[in-house]
């Protein structure tokens, strides 16, 4: 399936908007509320980095995570919290559950990161044409 | 073809640093608050866009 770049509230070098590749994801909260965050597609990240705030939502106890360190989104390493979180884009209607850091940071909602959702799915970006596009790996 | 989703229009400079709940469709901003939790109360609705208004500057992860 295929996903046309969203824009951002960024310029680029030229003024231009910076449009990113994000999802739209479906999340079902402990209460059995349905929300909505956005995903950013990150090559560049090993894991999926998520908002600590989310935990609260899907019931996580984030004093009974194993801690682990990260870096590359603060200064230093950052304290982040292992544990899961199902990645199901609206438009593929299909949940992925992946290892996921929790963090406490204003820099992070949801980072989509290569372990789980890259093993998955195979990811073609072609920035040069607007649109990225996402496929059942056939590992 | 999925479209770009158009929550943009929506977001704002004051919305940095904030959470933010959106109707389904990006059509209307329903709440702004300092926290997930307390936007998702403010709307009260079953089913709501969030996110967290990142500041206005570029993102690449860092490498040493």
Redesign the interface.
């Known amino acids: ?10 310029s ?1 070098t030229k003024g231009r ?4 590749p ?1 999802l ?1 994801l479906e999340l079902t ?1 402990v209460g059995d ?6 995903g ?1 597609v ?1 090559s ?2 090993d894991l999926t980095l998520v ?1 600590i ?2 935990a ?2 899907l019931g996580l106890d984030v004093a009974k995570l194993k801690e682990k360190s990260m ?3 603060g200064e230093g390493t950052v304290t982040t919290f292992l544990a899961t979180f199902p990645i199901k884009p609206v ?1 593929l209607g299909e949940e992925v559950i992946v290892p996921a850091c929790y963090v406490d940071s ?4 949801v980072l989509i990161g290569q372990e789980g959702f890259f093993d998955a799915y195979k990811i073609k970006f072609e920035k040069d044409h607007d ?1 990225f596009e996402i496929t059942r790996s056939k590992k | 073809m999925v479209e770009r989703l158009g929550y943009t229009k929506l977001l704002k400079k004051s919305h940095e640093n904030k959470w933010v709940a959106l109707s389904l469709g990006y059509e209307k901003l329903l709440a702004v608050g300092e926290t997930l939790s307390e936007v998702l109360k403010k709307t009260g609705k079953e089913e709501v866009v969030v996110m967290q208004g990142m500041p206005n500057t570029g993102y690449a992860p860092t490498m040493r």
């Open positions: 399936m295929k996903f046309r770049y969203t824009n951002t509230l960024t680029d908007l910076l449009k990113r994000v739209k909260t509320r349905k929300i909505y965050p956005v950013l990150d560049g990240a908002n705030q989310y609260k939502e870096r590359g989104i438009e204003r820099n992070v909602d649109t």
